[in-house]
């Protein structure tokens, strides 16, 4: 069965740090992974995703994601966050395009300024 | 472009009317269409997928008499939430995707309060 995990739920990061954010997931087949952002009382935003080719894809905002098929990981990185940064981030994981995605339970993500 | 919108953003009503949550494609065709109910502070859930001209596919416990869903053309869907109570208050989201993509493309979403 698919299923995404985000094992962090809160994030705190100071603004100009660094920021990883993790994901693993299970899927029987090659996924296509996603991040989505979601800022309060929005909806949700596509950051990047991997369907196929090279591993490290790019994003909008600066952001990046790696995917490890041997750890089955696509973990979301960004060398600099800024204060903007603060919102929900949701990692999901689908089949070929006519399958559901399915979403991790979200990490939270706070700056300090 | 692959703009998705929803109607209205925000409604209150109280127990036991209908209410009807609009989601259009906006430059697109969207062949399916997605809708997820998300809770405070928790993640996005999959109701049900619709495809255009087909009655929708819903998830395993979601109630299909009580949420209605029509995907008449190739840029609306909407959701109907039947004799509404309390508990179905929530944030609704529409998702949209069209021949060929992959990537599904979200609506702003619309935060319903049963009162």
């Known amino acids: 069965a698919q299923s995404v995990t985000q094992p962090d739920i809160h994030i705190t990061v100071s603004e100009g740090a660094s920021l990883e954010l993790r994901c693993n997931y299970s899927?029987?087949?090659?996924?296509?992974l996603f991040w989505y952002v979601q800022s309060p009382g929005q909806g949700l935003q596509l950051l990047l995703k991997y369907f196929s080719g090279d591993t490290l894809v790019q994003g909008i905002k600066g952001f990046e994601a790696e995917f490890k098929r041997s750890q089955s990981s696509f973990n979301l990185r960004k060398p600099s966050v800024h204060w903007s940064d603060a919102a929900e981030y949701f990692c999901a994981v689908g089949g070929d395009r006519d399958d559901k995605i399915i979403f991790g339970k979200g990490t939270r993500l706070h700056i300090l300024p | 472009g692959a703009v998705v919108s929803q109607h209205p953003s925000r409604v209150i009503c109280k127990s036991g009317t209908s209410v009807k949550i609009e989601c259009r494609s906006l430059d697109f065709q969207a062949t399916t269409m997605f809708w997820y109910r998300q809770f405070p502070k928790q993640s996005l859930m999959l109701m049900a997928t619709?495809?255009?001209?087909?009655?929708?596919?819903?998830e395993q416990g979601v109630e299909k008499d009580k949420f209605l869903i029509n995907h008449a053309s190739l840029t609306l869907s909407t959701l109907t939430v039947t004799s509404a109570h309390p508990e179905d208050s929530s944030f609704y989201i529409c998702?949209?995707?069209?021949?060929?993509?992959?990537?599904?493309?979200f609506g702003p979403g619309t935060r319903l309060l049963v009162l």
């Open positions: 899927y029987g087949a090659t996924p296509y």
């Open positions: 998702s949209a995707r069209g021949p060929g993509q992959e990537t599904q493309y």
């Open positions: 619709s495809n255009e001209g087909s009655k929708a596919t819903y």
